[in-house]
């Protein structure tokens, strides 16, 4: 059972880089067909789908936050990260890691969040 531990800043000043990790136990981030990715949930708002890195190594983002936006991975750690450039107050939500692994369905596997908070 893949399981995920988000870790980071809780609090992050306007125009700087939120740096989060997610640890992942009980797989390897290079099996196949998983998608490695990153969703968050602003206060009051629904689930916003940031974008993944999969057992590839390959990006993919949202169009949205595209340009201030970058996943990447440390094979040797068996860890995935997240970079967010130029924040604002707007970007302050529980950010989730996510884990996707499609074969004939879908199985889905969380980690618990971690609130970022962008405030001066």
């Known amino acids: 059972q893949v399981q995920l531990q988000e870790s980071g800043p809780g609090l992050v000043k306007p125009s700087q880089t939120l740096s989060l990790t997610c640890t992942v136990s009980?797989?390897?981030?290079?099996?196949?067909?998983?998608?490695w990715g990153w969703i968050r949930q602003p206060p009051g708002k629904g689930l916003e789908w940031m974008g993944v890195?999969?057992?590839?190594?390959?990006?993919i983002y949202s169009p949205s936050l595209k340009s201030r936006t970058s996943i990447s991975r440390d094979t040797s750690k068996n860890h995935v990260s997240l970079r967010l450039s130029s924040v604002t107050p707007e970007d302050t939500a529980v950010y989730y890691c996510?884990?996707?692994?499609?074969?004939?369905?879908?199985?889905?596997?969380w980690g618990q969040g971690t609130q970022v908070t962008v405030s001066s």
């Open positions: 009980g797989g390897s981030i290079t099996t196949k067909y998983y998608h």
């Open positions: 890195i999969t057992y590839e190594g390959i990006n």
């Open positions: 996510n884990a996707a692994l499609t074969l004939l369905k879908t199985t889905n596997y």
